[in-house]
């Protein structure tokens, strides 16, 4: 089965960085388009960026209210995608899931970890 | 960027009763849309995609119909376990987006 593993979630102050991981497994990851969706306490799912196979190119993809603040990327060796974070807003405060897929249906998701951007 | 529009925002229906779930896109997404079902506390669950194709796992009292821009998701016999949170998501176009989702509770 598949799993993803979200961790690096956590309290950050405006004008602050994080690094979201994603440990995968079950699935063979260097094959895998992967993505990152978001959803505000309460509020609808908004999916937030996604990076192709390196054999596809590994570019990536990014919503517009996070493109030029946040970095999607990957480690095919441990199976592992990232989510770098920088210049957060409140705005910014949601659960964050890793999931399966980059573009299409989304088959596979974490659990999410809980980012809160306040001061 | 595709807007998806859930109505209603709310539908109380009883345990037994068929659910019907409305999902509008403000333009054509063909049959390039999906459902998934969030429980409280719970990741989005993977319902169908394709339109009208099951996911793994998924019983077959859920079922997806539309094309274009009305989609419409139905339960058809409402069980304890389906009372939850229902987005639709189209990816048909350039990026992918959700609905505001549809709350399913019991009447």
């Known amino acids: 089965d598949v799993q993803l593993v979200e961790s690096g979630g956590g309290l950050v102050k405006p004008g602050g960085s994080l690094r979201l991981s994603c440990a995968a497994s079950g699935l063979t990851f260097t094959n895998a388009w992967m993505s990152w969706v978001r959803q505000a306490p309460g509020k609808e799912l908004e999916w937030v960026g996604r990076i192709k196979s390196n054999t596809d190119g590994g570019t990536t993809d990014y919503a517009a209210p996070v493109k030029g603040r946040f970095t999607i990327s990957r480690d095919d060796s441990s199976y592992t995608l990232y989510l770098q974070m920088n210049s957060l807003r409140t705005e910014d405060t949601a659960v964050y899931y890793c999931?399966?897929?980059?573009?299409?249906?989304?088959?596979?998701w974490g659990l999410g970890t809980l980012v809160t951007v306040s001061s | 960027e595709v807007v998806m529009t859930q109505s209603p925002a709310t539908l109380s229906v009883s345990p037994g009763e068929k659910a019907t779930l409305s999902c509008r896109a403000s333009q054509s997404v063909s049959n390039n849309f999906a459902w998934y079902q969030q429980r409280p506390g719970q990741a989005p669950r993977l319902l169908i995609y394709?339109?009208?194709a099951r996911a793994t796992g998924i019983p077959d009292r859920f079922s997806g119909s539309g094309s274009g821009t009305e989609l419409t998701l139905t339960i058809s016999s409402l069980q304890s376990e389906d009372f939850a949170v229902y987005y639709c998501q189209q990816y048909n176009n350039w990026p992918q987006t959700f609905g505001q989702g549809t709350k399913l509770e019991i009447k």
């Open positions: 999931t399966t897929g980059g573009g299409s249906y989304i088959p596979h």
């Open positions: 394709g339109a009208s």
